[in-house]
Nanobody
Framework: QVQLVESGGGLVQAGGSLRVSCAAS????????MGWFRQAPGKEREFVGV????????YYADSVKGRFTISRDNAKNTASLQMNSLKPEDTAVYYC????????????????????WGQGTQVTVSS
């Protein structure tokens, strides 16, 4: 089991940058696929991106591709979401999530495949 704690959200003007971090407990962090999701008011939770267990590959939603970057440090049990060129439509609560599903070879964008979730952190982008 793993516990996830996020930090780093906040308020930023359009075009600005923010970095959200996710700290994980436990000794097997490298066995988890780490995903990032977001949820805006009145909308469903949305896939943002994911990083594979080793950190060797990342995948992003089209809406953030080229602007957001996911990384992880398995030695420090952390994952990060770097957000650049932020837009007002990026405003949402951002969540990191961890999956240890053995049938997942590399990544998934399906929220139901993630067993563990952080508490979420608010990101607000003003126009």
């Amino acid at each position: 089991q793993v516990q996830l704690v996020e930090s780093g959200g906040g308020l930023v003007q359009a075009g600005g940058s923010l970095r959200v971090s996710c700290a994980a407990s436990g000794r097997t962090f490298s066995s988890y696929i780490m995903g990032w999701f977001r949820q805006a008011p009145g909308k469903e939770r949305e896939f943002v991106g994911v990083i594979t267990r080793s950190g060797g590959m990342t995948y992003y939603a089209d809406s953030v591709k080229g602007r957001f970057t996911i990384s992880r440090d398995n030695a420090k049990n952390t994952a990060s979401l770097q957000m650049n060129s932020l837009k007002p439509e990026d405003t949402a609560v951002y969540y990191c999530a961890a999956s240890s599903r053995p049938w997942l070879l590399s990544w998934t964008a399906l929220p139901n495949e993630y067993q563990y979730w952080g508490q979420g952190t608010q990101v607000t982008v003003s126009s």
